[in-house]
Structure formats: C-alpha cells, structure tokens
C-alpha cells in the first residue's frame, strides 16, 4: 500500500502517519515537515502490523519505521513520537544516544528534531531469542561485551534505566550486542552494569553480589574486572 515515499507525495505521507502514529493532522503535519528538514523518506517494511502497515515496531511513545535519506541509500530506522505519546519530545532521547555512540554503544544516530529520530538500522534479533540457540562461548562473548558496553555508558553519566529487561533492550548483530532504546535515559548517577546484572538474572547467570557491591562503591576498571570475572566463569 505505502512504499517508497518521493519527497512530492505529501498525501501519502499523511495517510501512513495517520493510520500509525494518530494524534490528529496538526501533530502528522507537524512530522511531515521535520520529516522534510531531516529529508528523510519513510519506507514501508518491518515485522509488526499496524493498521495495515508494516513497521519496525510500536512502544508507547512511538512507532518505528523503516526510511531513508532522501539522496543517497543508507538503511535507516526512523522512531517517530506518537501523537497520544507522555513524552513531550524525542530530542533529549537523541542526545543521549549521541552520547552512547561517543563511547561506542547503542545504534548509530544519523539525526534526529523534536519528534523523529533516524539511525542506521539494526539488524538483529532480541537477546533471548539468540541467546536460547546460542553455545557457551558464545554466549561469553555476548555477556562479555554487553558488560563492557554498561561500563562505558557508566563512564560518560548516561544512565540507560531500562537495561534490567536485556531482552527488550538489546538486539544481537553479527553476535554482537547492541543496546537500543534511550527513551527512558537519564545524565547522571549511571548504574548501568548493576541494570544488566539484573538483566542478566533471567537468562540464568548468577550475580556476583560482592563484587557488584564494590563496583556500586566506586565504578572504578578494578571492580568491574571482579564483576565480569563472576560471570564469565559461569559460561
């Protein structure tokens, strides 16, 4: 039904944000034209139906599209402030990530204005579901990775509060993690390790609760090498 959109196909464009992120026409209006100032074109395509339409997936401040810039053939992934959304904007969610990306972590913003923020796109598939079919060794690598990830986002004063649910938050790439999702990312009192330590509690891996306790103390390379020695001799 909605395709590629070319820049001119205004009608178009308006018919697919009103059938997924409501909120009536001066909010889609609104989203058109950062959408224009971006110059970005959304692109049909994803896992989820959402009256009709295929897109990434649906939270619920947002809805996530596939799209494109509108010179040049980059994949991207646009999430797109829903009109009944709580949050009053996106754009404090972008500068967090822009900060992730400034130790490594999370997907790569591309850019991003108060409702839309475009990435390069991730294709992964959530930790559970890898880590059911994943081996010992890899699964270490993973755990590895992820806590190194945590520990980064610590460093910078990102706090990304979501990551105790590992399996919503991080996708695997190439086995590779990549924690996506900033929209409840907050500057300051960073506890990212002590997240994914509790993230990592469903998946079957025991805390290392002293070594934790001495790493909540000082967020310090010494106890957070304890913290990932706990767990990687459980793998």
């Avoid at 646009?78 to 130790?103: F, M, T, W």
């Avoid at 509790?198 to 934790?212: F, K, Q």
Wanted: net charge positive.
């Amino acid at each position: 039904m909605f395709k590629n959109f070319a820049p001119q196909r205004l009608v178009d464009i308006i018919a697919l944000l009103l059938l997924t992120i409501g909120g009536g026409v001066e909010h889609v209006l609104s989203v058109v034209r950062q959408l224009r100032d971006l110059q970005l074109i959304l692109v049909e395509g994803g896992s989820v139906l959402l009256n009709g339409v295929r897109v990434i997936g649906k939270g619920t401040n947002s809805v996530i599209f596939k799209c494109r810039p509108a010179i040049g053939n980059v994949e991207l992934a646009c999430k797109v402030r829903r009109g009944d959304a709580s949050r009053p904007s996106l754009a404090s969610e972008g500068q967090y990530l822009h900060i992730a990306n400034s130790v490594g972590v999370g997907p790569r913003v591309y850019t991003y204005s108060r409702d839309v923020i475009a990435y390069f796109y991730v294709d992964g598939v959530p930790l559970g579901t890898w880590w059911a079919g994943a081996d010992a060794k890899q699964k270490r690598g993973v755990v590895e990775e992820l806590l190194r990830q945590a520990f980064k986002l610590d460093a910078s004063g990102v706090s990304h509060n979501e990551l105790s649910r590992l399996e919503k938050h991080v996708l695997i790439e190439r086995g590779r993690p990549v924690i996506i999702d900033f929209e409840s990312a907050t500057l300051g009192g960073g506890n990212n390790v002590t997240q994914v330590a509790n993230g990592l509690m469903r998946l079957g891996l025991r805390p290392p609760i002293d070594a934790l306790r001495r790493y909540k103390k000082c967020q310090c390379p010494e106890a957070f090498n304890e913290v990932l020695y706990g767990y990687l001799q459980q793998l």
